[in-house]
């Protein structure tokens, strides 16, 4: 049995932990982040990694914060391994350093393209014909660490975050799987990242999901397949002299166009874009226009 602790968060982070116990390596413990307020009520709710510990009886730990102060906590773990994948949280040299065989992260891109906390999101934005998965040794600085496994995945040009983050995390896991028994015993061969080849991904923040609809066709489905479900992309209008926001739900490209499908406005409920059109009449587009 290989001792290692996982450190994630969110479904992303299952799926890969899924592939490692269904290759037949569980778990020994979870890391993963404290409850945090959500929703308009700001109820506490626990990360989805922790509702899968409990679910499955794994120990799991919460710490609020990974200062180099705190790390007396990590060091009575008695791991050999820290494997991470979509934890949320820079982790500190002093901590990552802690196990014997240190730390290896999954990151859903070709290493070095798309390094940064949006990988998935900048191959979709960026029309990449291709991405992948990237087993790395972590160290102190974002993604740089050496390159221990990757795999290609083909992209079709349509795929929706939601589809593609699945698809890749399915694929990490199987490829840590792989490798794992060495990264356990240090016998794994590690290539340094040829920073020449390397390109940033920005986090993303809420504003960034507006669109002009009279902008690129083909740019803007991207954005909408990118930042589906969050922060999800809209248009603003003006409805009886008041300014507001209509929310794309779903969209499809025709020919060259865009044709969207769904939509929310706000605080209204979800409808088709038709239905949208019909009792919106008299609105017009802010920045962009409908076609």
Known sequence: MI??????????????LE???????????IVTMPDRPA??????????????????????????????????EFQTLGVCLFIVASYGKIIPEAVFNIPERGAVNIHPSLLPRYRGATPIEGAILGGAPLTGVT??????????????????????????YPELAEKLAHEGGKL???????????????TPQDEIKATYTKMIKKEDGFVNLADDSE??????????????????ITHKG????????????????????????????????QDFLRGYGDLSIMRGKIS
């Open 3 to 16: 001792n290692y602790a996982f450190w994630g968060s969110d479904d992303f982070s299952i799926l890969v």
């Open 19 to 29: 592939e490692l116990v269904q290759a037949g390596y569980p778990s020994s413990l």
């Open 39 to 72: 929703g308009r009520a700001h109820k506490l709710t626990p990360p989805p990694l922790k509702e899968w510990a409990l679910a499955h009886g794994v120990p799991f730990i919460q710490p609020e914060n990974l200062a180099d102060t705190e790390c007396r």
């Open 135 to 160: 087993v790395m040794r972590i160290d102190a600085k974002m993604d740089h660490g050496a390159i221990i496994a990757q795999k290609e995945v083909p992209l079709r040009g349509d795929e929706w």
């Open 176 to 190: 840590l799987a792989s490798v794992l028994p060495a990264v356990a015993d240090g016998t794994a061969q590690e």
């Open 219 to 236: 740019l803007n489905f991207r954005k909408i397949r990118a930042y589906e479900p969050w922060p999800r992309t809209f248009f603003t």
């Open 242 to 273: 008041k300014k507001s926001r209509v929310v794309i739900i779903a969209a499809h490209r025709e020919g060259r166009g865009l044709s969207i499908d769904r939509v929310i406005p706000e605080g209204g409920r979800e409808m088709s874009y």
